[in-house]
Nanobody, 128 residues
């Protein structure tokens, strides 16, 4: 059974950093498409970052140079390192998986196709 559990959310001041974790079970994060998304109240869900089975990463323009996606194969865990946080980064952050391999992962992160599994999300609040 596939399960994704996010952790690491919280409240920080603008300019600060947070690291989100996503513990996966039922499949390997290293051999599939993994991504981080967020949704703020009243706004559409936004794909932030993705990593495919070959380690290729993709980032939304809104977080490029500030956020870094990575994974720990031994722990079967996905991470999102978030630096230089801004109030507009306030949202609920979700980890998601698509059981596919290769560069098509990019299309899933950009929203052309949906992901297959989602975590329940972790809230992030950035104060000014």
């Amino acid at each position: 059974q596939v399960q994704l559990v996010e952790s690491g959310g919280g409240s920080v001041q603008a300019g600060g950093s947070l690291t989100l974790s996503c513990a996966a079970s039922g499949f390997s994060v290293a051999t599939h498409c993994m991504g981080w998304f967020r949704q703020a109240p009243g706004k559409e869900r936004e794909g932030l970052a993705g990593i495919d089975n070959d380690g290729r990463t993709t980032y939304a323009d809104s977080v490029k140079e500030r956020f870094t996606i990575s994974q720990d194969k031994a722990k079967n865990t996905l991470y999102l390192q978030m630096n230089s946080l801004k109030p507009e980064d306030t949202a609920t952050y979700y980890c998601a998986a698509a059981l596919i391999a290769g560069p098509r992962c990019n299309l899933r992160i950009r929203g052309y196709y949906d992901m297959d599994y989602w975590g329940k999300g972790t809230p992030v609040t950035i104060s000014s």
